[in-house]
C-alpha cells in the first residue's frame, strides 16, 4: 500500500505523480467543494464570532473582540431557557417517534392487504412544509374556533385546555405536533431496515416456536439496531434545529415556554441586529452538535458491539 | 405592471382595481387631477420596488398599475412576506449595484437601515425636492441625525413615508349606540365598557395583542410618561422603567389585557384580535389602524357598517400616545443616478394628495393629513379615516435609536413572561430597567 508521507520529498513525488497517485487527485474537486462551501463559511462564522460587527457609513465595521462574547452569553437571559426548552423537546420527540414509528412499521410490515394504502397515508405528514403544518396545527389548536376545543365542548367538556396559549401545555402542544410531522421519517427507516431482515431468520424463530412479542424481542430489535441507532441520531440533529414549526404555532411563547435555541439565534440575527454575537451562537451549536454527534458513534459501537 | 405579484392573489388585485375605479368613477375631479399629475412625470426606465405582502398591498398594487397606465413607466414589484423583508432589503443595499431602485423599510428597521449609510439620500437624487408639509411626520421618520444616532428634525432626509400605519381604537358602534355609551378617552373608560358590555363567550370587553407583545404596550408606557428611554434636556437618557410610571402602565396592560379577554389571551396575535372583532365576538379592540377597511370586507367579516374608530385611550384624554407603525420608501446608496431618480419618481407621484385619496380608496393607508382630513366625510371610509386625522396630533413613535431592537426584544420577553405569570410585574419592570440600562450604557449613551 503506497503511504503518503512528507518527511521524504521523492515519497512525496511518487506519491502526488506516481503509479497510483490518481486516488489522490481523484479526491482533489471533493477537497475543493469542502473547502469552499463548509471550511470557508466555518472560518467566516469564526471570524464573525469573535467579533463586534456593524455598518457605519455604507461599510460593515468589524472590531475584534476575542472572548468577550462569553460576556454577552452570561447576560443573557434567554439562551438558557431555549436550552433547556430544546433539549426537553429534542428527547421527547426522539424517543417517542423512534417507539411510533418502530411499532407502525412492525405492524404494517405484518399487514398484506391494503399494505400500499396504510404506507402511503403514513407518510402524508411528512410531505407537507413545516410553515403549512404549524399554520394547520394552530387553527386546531385554536381556543375560540379550533377543531378539538369545538370537539371537547360538544362532548361535554367544561373548561377544554388551552394548548398553545397555556404555558404548561405549549411545549406539549408543540411536541405532538412534532410526532405527527416526523413519525412517518422514522417509520420509513424502520420500515426499510425490517424488510431488509431475511425472512428465513423470522421463519426459524417461528418454527422454533416463538410468538410475535418473542420475535421482535430476540430477533427484530437486534438485527434492528443499528437502523435504530442512525435514525435516532438523524431524527436528534433535525430535532435540535426544529425552528419553522414553532415560528409559526407560538413564536416562543406564552412567555419563554416554547424559546428554543435556533428561534433565539433568529431573534438575535434579524431582530436584534447582532451578528458577531448571533455567530457565536451558532458557533456554539454547530459545536455541542459535533461533540454530540462522536460521542453517540462511540456508544452506538458499544451498545452493538455488546448486542454481538 | 409586471406580473411579479408574489402572494398577492388575481382576486385580490381585482378588487383593489375595482375599487379604486369606483372611487375614480364617482369623482370625476379626482380622475382629472390624477391624469394632470401623469402629465408631470418624465417617461422613466423601468423600476423594481421591493414591497412587503400587508393587508394595504392591494392599494399599493392599484396605485402602481395606476402609474404605470397613466405615465407610461412599468414599475415591477417583488411582493415579499413581512418577515422576509429585512434580509432582501439588507442583501439588495449590499450588494454591488442593487436589484431594487427602491425599498419599502418598516418602521422598525429604521434605525439599522438610516444608521448603516446604506441608502442614498434623497436630497442626492434630486436636490430640489422637499417633504410636502402635509405629509405627516411620524417623529421625523424621513430624516436621520446622524450626529444624535436618532431621527430628529434637521437629518437628513433618507426615506419618504408611504404608509401611514398607526394604532387606533375600534369599537362595536352598534353596541355602544345601544347602551347610549361614548367613545372611551381613558384606560378607566375602557375597563368599565369593558365591565359592561363583556358577556362571555359570546362577547368579550376586550382583547390585547400577545404575540408579538411590544408594540400596542407601546401605547401605554408613553401615556404613562415611562417611554423606554428618553432623552433629556441635559442631554443624558433616562430609562422610564425605573419610574413608578413603568410599572403601573404594566399592571393597567395586564389588567386590560386578561379579565375581559378570552381564555387565550397569552397567544393572540393580531389575526386573531381581527377574528374575533369581525366575527362579532369582541366588543373593542387597540389594534392596528391598517385593519381597518377589513371590517368593511363582507367576505370576512360580519360587523361592517356597524364599526366604530378613535384616538387610542391613555392615562388621561390628554396623555393618549398611539404608536406609530408607519413605512417609508428609500433608495439604496449603490444604485445609478438615473434608477434612483426612476424610483423617487414614482414615491413623488405617490404621495401626492390627489394620489393619496385614491390610495385610501382602493384600501391603503396615506401619509398626509390633508388627505385624511378630505376623506373624514366619506361614505364608506370615512369611520377609520377621520380617526386617523384625529390620532395626529396625540401620534408618540418609538425612539429610534440603533439599540432599540435590543430594548425592545427585552420589553417583548420580560412582559410576555409576567402576561402567563412566569414572573410578576414587579420582577418584570425591574428585569426591564437594568436590561434596558445596559444597552444604553454598553453603547455609550450618559443615562442618568
Known sequence: MARFSLNNSGDLRTALFGPGSFKYWSVAPLLVVLVIFTVLPIAQLLQMSVSELEFIEGELVSEFIGLRQLDNLAKDPIVG???????VFVVAVVLIE??????LAVAISRTTTLSIVYRSVVIIPLLIPPVAIGTMWSLIYDYNYGLITTILIELGVQNPPLWTADPDLALISVIIVDVWHWTSFMFLIMLAGIESIPPSLLEAARVDGANELRMIRHVILPMMAPT???????????AFKVFDQIFVLTSGGPGTATQVISMHIYKVFSEQFRLGYAAFLSLMVAAFMTIFVVFYFWASRVVRRRLG | MNKRIGNFSRRDFLKAIGALSAGLAANPLLHSSIRTMAQDVMSQPPITILINDSPWFPGFAAMVELYSETTGNEVNLDVTPFPGMLDKTRNAVQAGESEYDAVAIT???????????LLKPI??????????????????????????GVNGPMGTLLGIPINGNIQLYYYRRDLFDDAGIEPPKTFDEMETIAEQLGNPPRLFGNANR???????????????????????????WSVGFERPEGLEAVQRWLKLGRTWAPQNYADLGQGDLLALMASGRLAQVHMVGAAAPNYDNPEISIVGGNMGATVVPGVTAEARSPRTGMWVMSHPDNLPAERAAAGLEFVKWLTTKDNQLAYAKAGAIPVRQDTYEELATDEVVGWWTSAFAESTPFLHPETRLPETPLIRDSVSTRLAQAYVDEISPEEAVGLMASEIRTVMEDAGYTVS
Open chain 2, 210 to 236: 400577545a404575540n408579538p407583545i411590544w408594540w400596542e404596550f407601546g401605547a401605554y408606557v408613553d401615556s404613562y410618561d415611562a417611554e423606554y428611554v428618553r432623552l433629556e434636556e441635559d442631554g443624558s
Open chain 1, 228 to 238: 435504530i441507532l442512525v435514525a435516532m441520531l438523524l431524527r436528534t440533529i433535525l
Open chain 1, 98 to 103: 423512534t417507539f411510533t414509528g418502530f411499532a
Open chain 1, 81 to 87: 431557557i431555549a436550552i433547556k426548552n430544546t433539549l
Open chain 2, 107 to 117: 418602521e422598525q428597521n429604521i434605525p439599522f437601515f438610516y444608521n448603516s449609510g
Open chain 2, 123 to 148: 436630497l442626492d437624487i434630486d436636490a430640489d425636492y422637499t417633504l410636502d408639509e402635509n405629509i405627516i411626520s411620524y417623529g421625523d421618520a424621513a430624516r436621520w441625525d446622524s450626529d444624535l
